[in-house]
């Protein structure tokens, strides 16, 4: 092999590292900013690309995900003259990309600045109780302030939270027994409704049993008479179905005698010291007594 072919492979080999040096393949999410001899070219988008070697370059790579910006605490001064420490998280994505690169000189730097003093205008019109009460409210104005301001820069804001609010020690203090007492206010509330409750529970339950009872007494007095009224008239019917029954029979004025002295005897019921006799009655013992003798003799 002669001088002059090994220069050409040396040519061939130098010829195909630059062409495989130059050959990009964009990822997914990503943008490659393009410059040629120093001024903007073009942006390259997902893909297989070709950079002109020597005259192109690759200015900057983009991506263009979401992104967060969690920044440390600044101090803002609200309406009623109180210092609190408040941090924001920015949540942003890249729009586009040749403004991003040659928009501001750091994106990061000016956008955290530009959070604080948007910060600090808006919690300076408001009361410490309003910042308290009106993240919503604060995060929505924020968004829309720094959407606005970073539009030129290729930067679109989605979101701003504040993630924490910390006033003075102080405030803090006074904020953590206003609190007990609330809470000690509201305990004592529902203790006495359920006092209250409980009462009212145990005073209609008393008048219900009380009502039962009267019911119950009323239902038994009314069986009992109704047991009395119904064994009358079973006394009634039986006297009268015995009469009846005497006066089927005809009976003699001896019969008639003996069941008078029966009703005596039952009269007496055996307690009786004294009982005094009718006429006729005594007329018929005697007749009764003889009957006994001559049936004995």
Sequence with gaps: MGPLEFVLIFIVLILIIIIARNI???QQAKAYVIERLGAYSTTWSVGLHFKIPFIERVAKIVSLKEQVADFPPQ???TKDNV???IDTVVYFEITDPKLYTYGIENPMTAIENL???TLRNIIGDLELDQCLTSRDIINSKMRSILDVATDPWGIKVNRVELKNILPPKEIQNAMEKQMKAERERREAILKAE???RAAI???EGEKESAILRADAKKQ???LEAEGRAEAIIKVQQATA???KLLNDASPTDAVIKIRALEAFAAAANGQATKIIIPSEIQGLAGLAEGIVESVKK
Excluded: F, W, Y
Aim: glycine content about 8%; charged content about 15%; aromatic content about 0%.
């Design 194 to 196: 359920g006092e209250k």
């Design 115 to 117: 959070s604080a003093t």
């Design 24 to 26: 990009r393949v964009v």
């Design 241 to 243: 179905e015995g009469l």
């Design 220 to 222: 038994a007095a009314i």
């Design 201 to 203: 529970l145990s005073a």
């Design 83 to 85: 210092t609190m420490q």
């Design 75 to 77: 101090p803002v001064i």
